[in-house]
């Protein structure tokens, strides 16, 4: 019988926290623990938590109590967001539940046994994968200070840092040698990434086009990246290179200019189409993806018509709708004119309603066309423009195959196999 002690992982939230889940499990695995599921019985559970909203924290108390009952002498360890917002909210639920805020994550291998060299060691090393994935994040940046009303994250995560470029660059490497053929770059604020060291500059533009210079058949996808924080040359890389998807996720909240105030956001809705105007211009076909708040307090009907004809009229390929929850503590709960629950619900089937359009609309753009696309499971996957493909052939998940789209089903794209000339993707 083996005395190996085991670790199963429960991950809340974004693609920041994700990979800060895979930091802790490659510095577990340096320190002798073996990694199992996290439906599996195991020795420590780490929830590695978020506090975006009020739902969230439920979510991550109710899986808490669960393992607490189901897992008695298992410890049980809570880390992320809300760890860091309300790590008191969390011991009260058993004095056997262990709290790191964020601050604290570097704490947490030491105290499970991890030998100092080993956590050093994983951090040498970096990522090196992820767990049940064939893209692979690579977390660049973390940190906001902006103020928007709605949003926690700037109390839980408020400094804006920045990893080395030689760190980023080695962990690139060494996922791509393990196989990776997607590099998904994240952080709270993508855009405003910065290393300085001596008299040496590294700018977000030039992390990208360093990335994008290492050799290999891969391809380079940016996560969620603000409107005003899209370098030119970004979008110049994202026309032209053939390694960087011409893909941009960027968040919107609302297309109503009073609502956009009452959010504290820091550009208007005609800012916001005049850049997404600049894009289209370099790179046609762009796709284009936005977060939307459905029911913000004020929002009348007139508000949320104008963010449904933004979306639209810009030809948004997808659009991720979320219903305003109240998160307390932040200055947006004080505000007058809350929205009906039943309002707010109806708006976001509404919302979800434009986005099955816009996602089938867009897919039919590429019937007819070469389609390169990253295999997630067995002859489906997606595209460097984030379509979603089912291939009529062979293809296994990890590999990068050409299909020409035939047709379109809901918002699927079928492509069927096929030697096509370079250039031309989707």
Known sequence: MSDQKTVAFHTF????????????????RFGGF?????????????LNSCTVTADADSSCRQLVR????????????????????????LRDLSERVEVFGNREKPLIATTLGVPTACVEAAAKQ?????????????????????????????????NLICREPTL???????????????IVLTGVRLGRYEWKADAETWDFTR????????????????????????????????????????????????????????????????????????????????????????????????????????????????VHAFRYSVRPGTPAERLAGQVEGSIKAQRTRRMSRLDQALRSRYAERFIGKPIKILAEHQNEGYSERYIRVKGIGS??????????????????????????????YA
């Not at 073996?34 to 780490?46: H, L, R, T």
């Not at 064939?134 to 408020?158: E, F, L």
């Not at 893909?247 to 005049?274: C, E, V």
Request: with cysteine; hydrophobic share 35%.
């Open 34 to 46: 073996s990694i199992v599921p996290a439906d599996q019985s195991a020795d420590v559970y780490i």
């Open 66 to 89: 669960k393992l607490l009952r189901e897992n008695p002498v298992a410890r049980v360890v809570v880390t992320g967001c809300y760890a860091e917002r309300a790590p008191d909210e």
């Open 168 to 182: 980023i660059m080695k962990e690139a490497e060494n996922l791509l040698a393990r196989g990776f053929r997607e």
């Open 395 to 424: 293809i296994n998940a990890g590999e990068l195959q050409t299909v020409v789209g035939s047709h379109v089903e809901g918002t699927l794209l079928y492509g069927t196999l096929e030697s096509c000339a370079k250039g031309g």
């Open 13 to 28: 939230g974004c693609k920041v926290n994700q990979y800060e889940t895979e930091e802790l499990r490659e510095q577990l």
């Open 207 to 318: 992390l990208l086009e360093a990335l994008l210079a290492q050799a290999g058949d891969f391809r380079i996808r940016l996560s969620s990246i603000e409107i005003t924080e899209i370098p030119d040359r970004v979008i110049t890389l994202a026309a032209e290179h053939p390694k960087m998807c011409p893909f941009f996720h960027i968040p919107l909240q609302s297309g109503d200019n009073d609502i956009l105030k009452r959010m504290g956001r820091w550009y208007t809705a005609d800012n916001y189409r005049q850049r997404i105007h600049q894009i289209k211009e370099r790179i046609p076909d762009v796709a284009l993806s936005a977060d939307v708040i459905c029911g913000f307090p004020g929002e009348e009907e007139r508000h949320f018509q104008n963010t449904l004809d933004l979306l639209d009229q810009e030809g948004f390929s997808r």
């Open 126 to 158: 970096g990522v090196t994968s992820l767990a049940d994935r064939t893209r692979a994040y690579i977390k660049i940046q973390d940190g906001c200070d902006a103020h928007c009303t709605y949003c926690i994250i700037p109390s839980v995560r408020p």
